[in-house]
């Protein structure tokens, strides 16, 4: 499988982002997709994740409210929007596919990087105050 992120840029606080993320060469549709980020000089931290049908979604504290993941399985994407954005959420923002098919875990499974196999080149997203 492939992952192609986009949709990055820069932008000022208060604005709005809409991140991409295409997927081709596996059956997208029955993965969980997660958004990871990861800014200068830190460890990469989870963002989001949408189970393989979209049933149950999950955010981290910090883009709680302010973030909105969804998934549309028949253009093989994922989606994150992000709304108010902060300068601390500048970042290179990744997306990548669950290892296993057809999971419904919890947060704690899917804030795990560990929990993914591929994941996508990553799309810059610079905050200004």
């Known amino acids: 499988v492939q992952l192609q992120a986009s949709g990055g840029g820069l932008v000022q606080a208060g604005d709005s982002l809409r991140l991409s993320c295409a997927a081709s060469?596996?059956?997208?549709?029955?993965?969980?997709m997660g958004w990871f980020r990861q800014a200068a000089g830190k460890e990469r931290e989870f963002v989001a994740a949408?189970?393989?049908?979209?049933?149950?979604?999950y955010y981290a504290d910090s883009v709680k409210g302010r973030s909105a993941i969804s998934r549309d399985n028949d253009l093989n994407s994922v989606y994150l929007q992000m709304d108010s954005l902060k300068p601390e959420y500048t970042a290179v923002y990744y997306c990548?596919?669950?290892?296993?098919?057809?999971?419904?875990?919890?947060?704690?499974?899917?804030?795990?990087?560990?929990?993914?196999?591929?994941w996508g080149q990553g799309t810059q997203v610079t905050v200004s105050s």
């Open positions: 990548a596919t669950d290892r296993l098919p057809r999971t419904s875990r919890d947060y704690y499974y899917y804030a795990r990087p560990s929990v993914y196999d591929t």
């Open positions: 949408i189970t393989w049908r979209g049933y149950k979604l």
């Open positions: 060469g596996r059956a997208f549709s029955m993965y969980a």
